[in-house]
């Protein structure tokens, strides 16, 4: 299957900085990209979906001016958790996908506020 | 045998038995289904997917069957092994290549 790769894999952060998070799509071109957060032992949450070119839209209680995504080229999009504080300490999985094909995961990347 | 709570639902077999796991999905519309296999600190993996119009397909050492008029999914998995120990989550959508809603998702324990 095609593969879309996360960076970091693992971050710890202080209270009240930003985290950058990247999601790469390597063989194939992402017109659309999806943020999940999963806390412990829940499901994934959509956060927010991103196509190429064009503003994220946002889930319904997901603060866009915290988690800023980008997506401007069909390899890449960023997830940046601005201010961070504990309480967004979780497991944060994209996914992507082409023109008709079934969405891809990332590893997930594991974050830390302390 | 299964429990329920406040934690995520747990299925516990034995190595070799089959496992069903299922999951109640919510939006009619929906016409595309997947599971996902989740293990842990990693990210979901792609199982088997299923259409609307079929209520039955098979892998390899997995099926997955569709009940459109109750709105329910299973994932059967044969002979199950110890390396099929993780989270088991279905997802729906109603556009292919569209948003997945995730369903609550199952814990898989293989006893060895």
């Known amino acids: 299957g095609a593969v879309v790769s996360q960076h970091p894999s693992w971050v710890i952060c202080k209270s009240g900085t930003s985290v950058k998070i990247e999601c790469r799509s390597l063989?194939?071109?992402?017109?659309?990209m999806f943020w999940y957060r999963q806390f412990p032992k829940q499901s994934l949450m959509l956060m927010a979906t991103?196509?190429?070119?064009?503003?994220?839209?946002?889930e319904q209680g997901v603060e866009k001016d915290k988690f800023l995504i980008n997506h401007a080229s069909l390899t890449l999009s960023t997830l940046t958790v601005t201010s961070a504080h504990p309480e967004d300490s979780s497991f944060y999985i994209c996914s992507a996908t082409g023109m008709n094909t079934e969405a891809f995961f990332g590893q997930g990347t594991r974050l830390t506020v302390v | 045998g299964e429990s329920v709570g406040l934690h995520l639902p747990t299925l516990s077999v034995q190595e070799g038995d089959n496992s069903i796991i299922n999951c109640a999905y919510s939006n009619s519309a929906s016409d595309y289904f997947i599971w996902y296999k989740q293990e842990s600190g990693k990210g979901p993996q792609f199982i088997i997917d299923i259409r609307s119009n079929m209520d039955k397909r098979q892998g390899q050492r997995v099926t997955v069957l569709l009940n459109k008029t109750v709105k329910h999914l299973s994932l059967q998995i044969a002979a199950t092994q110890p390396g099929d120990s993780a989270v088991y989550f279905c997802a729906e959508n109603s556009e292919y290549g569209n948003k997945l809603v995730f369903g609550a998702g199952t814990i898989l324990r293989v006893k060895s």
């Open positions: 991103s196509n190429e070119g064009s503003k994220a839209t946002y």
């Open positions: 063989d194939f071109q992402a017109t659309t």
